[in-house]
């Protein structure tokens, strides 16, 4: 069987790029990397949030194509099952799903007011309102998680889906120096502490800045 391809976008700035990436090794599945051009369209789609159906990432994998990160994550979650990518409990999994779709098809102010970008900091970044809104929600959301599954991940002790989901937003948070609660701080590090956010950061410190800024209006 040939190895699974993942195309992917810029690692500094591709948030679902990212989430699909990540799932990807969590699942411990063997990839390889095809990242498209700063110029394809669809590479600038994702980034300007113009995108009505993303295609990127996708995964290729033993015949099957698949895009939308949600439906990688489930693709992943069946062919990789002791993975562990979605909860063993049956509520678990269902809460899982929802906040996942949450973040799939929410909290825009956040996207559009605070994109990721992984190599810059901004100190002290004022935050608009309808982004701090967002972000009061991500917090709940966080908190409900750590408080009942019992972190340090949001569902337990092991990374998930739901954790790959949300891991562009901890990126965010860190660059706009968002102020959050302990719990939410502690959930920040666990997830910047994974060998493999790692791996993605190194990278995404080491590319090139070879996309013009990005003329949007957000």
Partial sequence: MAKAVLTISSKNYGAW??????????????FTEHIISPDDPA????????SASMRVPSLD???VHVWDTLA???YLNEIKPKAGLLPADRAARAHCRAICGEMHSGFSALRSSLPMNIKAHFPGFKLWSRAQ???DRIEIIWQECLAKYGGPFLFG?????????????????????VPLDEACVAYCDAITALPAV???????EAEPDEIDELDAEF
């Avoid at 590479?43 to 113009?50: G, I, P, Q, R, S």
């Avoid at 002790?157 to 120096?177: E, G, L, N, Q």
């Avoid at 790692?198 to 990278?203: D, H």
């Fill in 198 to 204: 790692k791996e993605w950061v190194a990278a995404a």
């Fill in 61 to 63: 994998h033993d015949g």
């Fill in 72 to 74: 990688i994550g489930e």
């Fill in 157 to 177: 002790a092991k990374p998930c889906i739901a954790d790959a989901m949300f891991a562009p937003v901890v990126m965010r948070f860190i660059t706009y120096d």
């Fill in 133 to 135: 809104t967002d972000i």
């Fill in 43 to 50: 590479m600038k789609a994702e980034m300007l949030l113009l």
């Fill in 17 to 30: 790029a990212f989430r699909g990436w990540l799932m990807a090794k969590l699942a411990r599945l063997e």
